[in-house]
């Protein structure tokens, strides 16, 4: 075997494996056969043990007599117990003489051996049994005790080391009084009002009590927090319109108790939406109203919406009289948060730059009992536009989830749920989000007033086909949802489909009204979405309008038309011409109208250009009954100009403006694409009230001005105009600065010099011959050099320095 | 400002003084060599697109108009032309697909009509417009018929706005114009717009700010290459980025573009000598056309509103010998349709770029840097020869005895100008009256055989040699401030005019030798090369073998009729070229010419 070994190559683990089956074999063999073999490798035990002579002494010094009974697991004589290789190359005991005789008894037949000598036999060659050395020892209950408690040690110390070098303070949430705060808040949030802190709180004598009896009292509180004053009424207003449009009105109405904006309680909102209320409470609004607007509404073809919108950003809010706070600074906290909330760039509008308080343009539309609203000047109003603002799903996502049935989450129930598809409702000609809120009479005496929070999403959206004069949409194809559900919080939903097209147009609208009814002499159909037929089942419309041909056109212009647009060219000055169109066939009355401008200091207005006339003839000027002009200042304050006209025709309003020259950086980043001037806004109460769908000053909700006259007032916006400043060439702003400083220099250098010194021949210097310039330029090269060697060896040793000084 | 330095005529060195004459004719050589050196590849500089925002509207195309679709409109339209009821045609066009439409009354006794549409975008409030524009008669140059229905560009500007009409993605409105009367209608409707004249009669729908746009003239059915015309009022050009952009779109679509009619294989096909030769032509017909400040079609009314604007000619010259087939509609209309949404794209006016720029060809040009350079050169010789009149004032000066005390004051020299000022006066004065009378080449003959011979009726100048070089120096400074004005207002005007006047300041600058025979020489001259009609003759001969770009034999009746239609138009641009020339450079060349009949007294009589 050893030659074998000799001769193959094998690796380490080959060999143990090979030895152990070598091992195994050959003591199958010796025991059954008794044969002892000759080899190199001495497995057989029943070989004597060598004698103890010296040259083992030396090679083992440690086993003394011990046996050597096997090569082992390394070949190297030594004792272990070890569960993998029971066989160690020693006996664990030396020789005594005991153990020999029993050998030797051992040699013969073990049935001659006792049970006490067997062992004694296997205690001599094995410290231990199998059985004992496989025996837990339960070291391991040491090991971890003693890691524990290490990192025990470590994070002690590590504590130590840092309170003894940082010293910590404790933030300031743990202090007292924010603990007390915080406790207060989360009680008045109701945090798990059922089960958590909140249930522990005695609401009647304000302390923690653990009864239950107190826990039965807060869920009655909390019943007559929710009653039913809370009202939220969902309404979708549908016209077909005859330029190929259809108009798309979703109105959302909320009324909730004027109790959510006490101080100093506790307040539950049920239906009402808190940051709106938190925002109006903490600025003292008594109502505001706010518009996003993308596109223009085209007063001339599509006649008039229900509430109208300038392009872009419009807020304005009064507010209360009696307040610690000035106006200015809380104008501009309410527009800052309500920036914030709908994403919207409000917080341009806040400065006294862009906003102004007009007298007559924009009256509270709360309608409030009269002792409490009769002296409203118009220092507690802030109007502002901001035209240049873009609408976008931004604006629309935030705006959504103040309504009750988006609020939760997931389940976008009602006409709410026609809001899911934000990029449908942005392809449209015309998209303005609304907010107004204000106060309005609980009941008809007016005693007490509940607030009313009405939102509004007005879409024009182009139906027309392929098909020359043939419109069709379904709710699908303008919104890309059906109404699934209705909301189980509104208590009204209703679509209104307006047919004041039917006279020259045939409708065909799918599915069948509930009901009709005739607004002037306007028909309008109705659907009643929370009634039980259509209560649990997906609400979807369609409809196709064409025109017929017999019909003549336009039947019915609209009572007023407004067209602004800015006249001149150049960078120098300009004017704005306003064109008021009025319907004269419908309109044989006199009507009065209110002008009101709001235009940019930088755009420095002229009174006296200011000129009204009619349309027909530019010579007759019409006497306005009132006119208010503040004039702008620099960086300060806005033009603003408001007008009562009285007229029973069409009128132009015409000024003139010079523009002013803006510090450089004044200018926004896109300097050359002009300027923005606001729309103009012009309100009026129609003549002939009948025809126009237009929301009442009573109530935005449709359902009610429909059931009532509507008063006839409307508010038209004009297009806002974009006009350009002069502005420098940014492009090259270096360029232009170091030509402009190069001319000067030059310029004012050769002038300066003229005008200041005078020219004189000075003597003619000798002139020298080249030779004697050539050796005038060895000298002073020379005496360079030595210079130059003087300052690079400064450190040359002293007496060498004494024997320059002595050269 | 008095000057404390007396600049004297020593300090000049003698050698300047020697060989003045050729310096100044050296100056002005280099000067014209220089500006005809700009043609060449070294000077010109690539064209290239400095407004990012405009590259992405010539990646793809969206818009699919058919070949039936054209015909039918046309169709129409040819009705419209032949019942004499165009306006109304259109209007009804755009009424059927619910686009706005409106009509201007030109309030003239031909009864003709403006027409617009207006195409609104969905995504903004009509701040912000682009215009296209197409006249319903362009002029075209054949003898029979001067003008001819713009059938193929209303047809394919009114497709476009059709198409992009309810498109999403447009942010800007397109307005659709239909002058009738081209420049007059475009103007008219421009004040009307813009509201300039208080008595026109407003618009009835403004849409915004108008950006920029294209006039598209396309009087025939096919055409082979496109020629592209930027010249507006008085020198006036529009930003190089516009005009790149359409050059851009042209080049992607393989539509042949040309200036001038002069087009330019830019592919090494060419011989160089031949690019050379075009690239010279076409600078030359370039400073020779902007001279006039007369616009090459209605675009330049719309440049003096700061419309950025150029107009497309459809032209039937096939560019290449391979060319067989005409432009394809589908080409055509993808050039409109990236122009357009290139523009729908723009977040600010055209401001990057240039303004003033000549091209070379249409991928070269010529930035102002560079070409103010030859003029600088033209025009050195009028300050340096003032600058060396001004100081031999003081040497004669000093030699004179008696020096003027006014006001407590001691005059650098002194000198009686009253004779000087008389002579001025009688001939700003000549002159005016003579512009006064109406423009017709006739008549201009007869006002130049007065100013010929008034220095024979009139009293001639009679002065001492000092006085002479006062007026030569007052006219010199008055001469060089007038070019250096000029040329930052119409650069191709005030090279044309440094070009004449030069060689007159040097020949009546050399009348002051005594010599009867440089006397009647420097007449001579001034009667035929030195004449302004002359030189409009020749500028007209010029011009026309230029454009013609082979030989021609000069034709007076040409000349005549052109430059009659030329008076009978330009009031209508709003152009000032012929004020300046008649208010201010035919004074200084009659002063000029009368500064040759000079006579020198010994001594100022009136002392």
């Not at chain 1, 070994?5 to 091992?23: D, G, M, N, S, W």
């Not at chain 1, 009084?177 to 949030?189: D, G, N, P, V, Y």
């Not at chain 2, 102002?368 to 003081?394: C, D, E, N, Q």
Request: charged fraction near 20%; proline fraction near 5%.
């Amino acid at each position: 075997m050893s030659n074998f070994l000799r001769q193959v190559k094998i690796t380490q683990p080959q060999l143990a494996t090979f030895l152990q089956h070598q091992c195994r074999a050959e003591a199958s063999t010796a025991s059954s056969t008794g044969v002892t073999q000759s080899g190199s490798i001495v497995l057989d035990n029943r070989k004597a043990p060598p004698p103890l002579d010296a040259d083992r002494m030396r090679m083992h010094p440690r086993i003394g007599n011990r046996e050597i009974v096997g090569y082992g697991l390394k070949g190297k004589p030594e004792y272990f117990d070890l569960a993998m290789f029971p066989c160690p190359s020693i006996r664990w005991e030396a020789d005594t003489a005991e153990i020999t005789a029993l050998r030797k008894k051992e040699q013969g037949d073990w049935k001659q051996l006792s049970v006490d000598e067997k062992k004694r036999l296997y205690r001599a060659s094995f410290r231990q049994t199998f059985e004992e050395f496989c025996a837990p020892s339960g070291v391991w209950k040491w090991a971890i005790g003693w890691t524990l408690i290490g990192i025990a040690g470590l994070t002690f110390a590590y504590d130590g080391w840092r309170r003894i070098c940082y010293r910590f303070d404790k933030p300031d949430s743990m202090a007292d009084e924010k603990l007390k705060r915080q406790l207060e808040f989360h009680i008045a949030a109701r945090q798990g009002p059922m089960t958590g802190l909140a249930s522990k709180w005695d609401y009647e004598t304000e302390m923690f009590s653990t009864k239950l009896k107190s826990c039965l009292i807060l869920i009655l509180l909390i019943h007559c927090c929710s009653t039913n004053e809370d009202v939220y009424k969902e309404e979708l207003y549908i016209r077909p319109l005859a330029s190929g449009h259809t108009y798309f009105n979703l109105l959302f109405t909320t009324v909730a108790s004027p109790d959510i904006l006490k101080s100093n309680i506790v307040h539950h909102y049920h239906l009402f939406p808190k940051v709106i209320a938190d925002i109006v409470r903490s600025n003292g609004v008594s109502e505001f109203h706010v518009s996003l607007t993308q596109g223009l509404w085209r007063y001339d073809r599509w006649g008039m919406p229900i509430v109208g919108a300038p392009p872009g950003a419009e807020v304005w809010a009064w507010f209360k009289s009696d307040e610690q706070r000035d106006v200015a600074s809380r104008w501009t906290s309410f527009a800052h948060e309500l920036g914030g909330l709908l994403c919207a760039s409000l917080n341009f509008v806040a400065s006294n730059v862009s906003s102004s308080s007009p007298y007559y343009s924009f009256r509270p539309q709360s309608t409030l009992p009269k002792s409490n609203g009769a002296n409203l000047d118009n220092s507690l109003l802030r109007y502002a536009a901001l035209p240049r603002e873009i609408v976008c799903t931004e604006n629309l996502t935030p705006w959504k989830k103040l309504l009750p049935c988006v609020a939760g989450g997931s389940n976008h129930n009602g006409l709410a749920g026609l809001l899911d598809n934000a990029p449908k409702l942005y392809n449209s000609d015309y998209h303005s989000l609304r907010m107004d809120f204000r106060q309005i009479c609980a009941n008809t005496a007016c005693t007490s007033t509940q607030l009313e929070l009405s939102m509004a999403l007005a879409i024009v959206v182009n139906t027309a086909t392929s098909k020359p004069n043939y419109n069709e949409w379904t709710f699908r194809s303008v919104f890309g949802s059906n109404v699934a559900q209705s909301c189980p919080l509104s208590s009204l939903t209703n679509v209104y489909v307006d047919l004041q097209l039917s006279s020259t147009h045939s409708l065909n609208i799918t599915p069948e009204p509930d009901y009709s009814i005739k607004q002037g002499t306007t028909p309008i159909v109705i659907y009643d979405l929370n009634s039980d037929q259509r209560k649990s089942t997906t609400f979807a419309m369609s409809c196709t309008h064409s025109k017929q041909p017999t019909s003549n056109t336009d039947s019915s212009s609209p009572p007023i038309v407004v067209h602004r647009y800015a006249t001149g060219y150049g960078v120098r000055d300009g004017g704005i011409k306003t064109v008021i169109k009025i319907n004269e066939e419908q309109n044989k009355n006199q009507i009065t109208l209110l002008y009101f401008e709001q235009i940019p200091w930088y755009f420095r207005v002229f009174l006296h250009t200011l000129k009204i006339t009619t349309l027909d003839d530019d010579t007759t000027e019409i006497k306005p009954d009132y006119i208010s002009y503040t004039p702008g200042k620099d960086r300060e304050r806005s033009y603003q100009l408001e007008i009562v006209i009285k007229t029973d025709q069409s009128i132009v309003i015409s000024f003139e403006f010079e523009m002013a020259f803006l510090k450089w950086n004044e200018f926004p980043p896109d300097p050359n694409h002009g300027f923005y001037i606001p729309s103009a806004v012009i309100s009026t109460l129609l003549p002939s009230k009948s025809n126009y769908i237009l929301r009442s000053l009573n109530s935005f909700s449709l359902n009610q001005s429909l059931s009532s006259w509507s008063d006839g007032f409307v508010r038209l916006y004009s297009e806002s105009l974009l006009v350009n400043l002069p502005t420098p060439d940014f492009s090259m702003p270096f360029n232009v600065i170091c030509l402009g400083c190069t001319a000067v220099a030059l310029a004012f250098g050769g002038l300066h010099n003229l005008t200041t010194k005078e020219f004189c021949f000075g003597p003619k210097r000798a002139q020298t011959p080249l030779r004697q310039r050539l050796q005038d330029l060895r000298v002073r090269l020379m005496a360079s050099r030595r210079a130059l060697a003087q300052r690079l060896f400064k450190r040359t040793p002293p007496q060498q320095q004494r024997h320059e000084h002595a050269e | 400002m008095p000057l404390l330095s007396n600049l004297l005529a020593k300090d000049i060195p003698q050698t300047f003084q020697k060989f003045q004459l050729h310096v100044y004719a050296g100056f002005f050589f280099f000067g014209l060599l220089g500006f005809v050196y700009l043609m060449s590849p070294i000077v010109s500089r690539r064209n290239y697109l400095s407004e990012n925002a405009l590259s992405p509207g010539l990646v793809s195309n969206d818009i699919y108009i058919s070949n039936e679709h054209i015909r039918d409109i046309i169709g129409q339209l040819r009705t419209g032309f032949k019942e004499k009821n165009i306006s109304d045609v259109i209007q009804s066009m755009f009424v059927q697909r619910g686009i706005e439409a409106y009509k201007q009354n030109l309030e003239d006794d031909t009864n003709d009509e403006n027409v617009y549409g207006i195409v609104r975008a969905p995504r903004l409030a009509s701040t912000e417009s682009i215009i296209l524009v197409a006249p319903l008669y362009v002029r075209i140059q054949s003898k029979s018929q001067p003008i001819k229905a713009n059938l193929y560009g209303i047809a394919h500007t009114l497709a476009i706005g059709f198409a992009l009409h309810r498109k999403p993605y447009m942010a800007k409105d397109i307005i659709l114009l239909f002058p009738a009367q081209q420049e007059n209608g475009t103007r008219i409707w421009l004040d009307a717009y813009f509201n300039t004249k208080p008595d026109s009669i407003p618009l009835d729908a403004h849409a915004g700010s108008i950006q920029a746009g294209l006039t598209l003239e396309f009087p025939h059915e096919k055409f082979y290459s496109i020629d592209l015309r930027h010249n507006g009022i008085n020198g006036q050009l529009p930003n190089l980025d516009l005009i790149n952009t359409v050059v851009h779109l042209c080049d992607k679509n393989s539509i042949p573009a040309s200036y001038y009619d002069i087009y330019v294989d830019l592919s090494s096909n060419e011989l160089f000598i031949d690019y050379m030769k075009k690239s010279l032509r076409t600078l030359l017909i370039n400073a020779l056309t902007l001279a006039t400040g007369v616009p090459s079609g209605v675009h330049g009314q719309f440049l003096h509103y700061r419309i950025e604007m150029i107009t497309l000619f459809g032209s039937l010259t096939k560019r290449d010998q391979y060319q067989t087939s005409p432009i394809t509609l589908r080409a055509f209309d993808d050039i409109i349709e990236g122009f357009i949404r290139s523009l729908n794209n723009l977040l600010e006016r055209f401001h990057q770029s240039f303004f003033f720029y000549f091209h070379i060809n249409r991928r070269n040009f010529v930035s102002i840097a560079t070409y103010m350079v030859p003029l600088g050169l033209i025009v050195a010789p009028a300050l340096i020869r003032s600058l060396v009149l001004y100081m031999s004032f003081f040497t004669s000066s000093e030699t004179s005895a008696t020096t003027y005390i006014t006001l407590g004051r001691t005059m650098k020299f002194d000198m009686n100008y009253s004779a000087m000022f008389l002579e001025i006066l009688e001939c700003l004065a000549l002159s005016y009256v003579l512009m006064w009378i109406p423009m017709k080449f006739t008549y201009l003959i007869i006002c130049q055989i007065t100013m010929f011979i008034s220095p024979i009726l009139l009293r001639p100048f009679r002065s001492t040699e000092r006085q002479f070089d006062y007026l030569q120096f007052i006219l010199l400074l008055t001469g060089s401030a007038l070019l250096g004005c000029l040329s930052l207002l119409n650069y191709s005007m005030a090279f044309l005019a440094a070009c004449f006047l030069m060689p007159c300041y040097m020949f009546a600058g050399c009348s002051k030798f005594d010599h009867w025979i440089i006397k009647y020489f420097c007449r001579f001259l001034f009667l035929t090369c030195l004449n302004p009609l002359v030189f409009l003759a020749l500028y007209h001969y010029l011009a026309r073998l230029l454009m013609a770009g082979e030989f021609l034999l000069p034709n007076f009746n040409q000349l005549t009729s052109d430059f009659d239609t030329y008076i009978a138009s330009y009031r209508l641009f709003n152009a000032w070229t012929v004020d300046v020339v008649c208010l201010a450079i035919v004074p200084i060349w009659f002063l000029l010419y009368r500064s040759t009949f000079w006579i020198r007294t010994l001594v100022d009589k009136t002392q």
